[in-house]
Nanobody, 126 residues
């Protein structure tokens, strides 16, 4: 079924936000997962990556140090957690999953992800 990207909404600058991504009827247990965002008037950009096991992660420079992504105990859910939110973090955030493992040099590339969630809007007020 369609993806669930829970936890979006309106927050204030400096706040923290924990989101989740899973899809009913679909297992991400063996899939690397990505987190992307699209700000108003801009293209979609890579934000974060997690290996299926959670043992390896990659972050965009714009969020490094403020965002962590983790996998649930069953590895089926992605949990992005962002701190020190800024107005420029305002965007629709998309969860994505690869077919399996994604090679290191391609982990920020949209075309490596075969499943996409419907997106969740996060608005950060100043």
């Amino acid at each position: 079924g369609p993806a669930a990207g829970a936890g979006g909404g309106l927050v204030e600058a400096g706040d923290s936000l924990r989101l989740s991504c899973a899809a009913s009827g679909r297992s991400f247990r063996n899939s690397d997962m990505g987190w992307f965002r699209q700000a108003p008037g801009k293209g979609r950009e890579f934000v974060a990556y997690s290996r299926w096991s959670g043992a390896s992660t990659l972050y965009a420079d714009s969020v490094k140090g403020r965002l962590t992504v983790s996998r649930g105990n069953d590895k089926n859910t992605l949990f992005p957690e962002m701190n020190s939110l800024k107005p420029e973090d305002t965007a629709v955030y998309y969860c994505a999953a690869g077919k399996g493992q994604i090679i290191m040099t391609q982990r920020s590339a949209e075309n490596q992800y075969i499943w996409w969630g419907q997106g969740t809007l996060v608005t950060v007020s100043s």
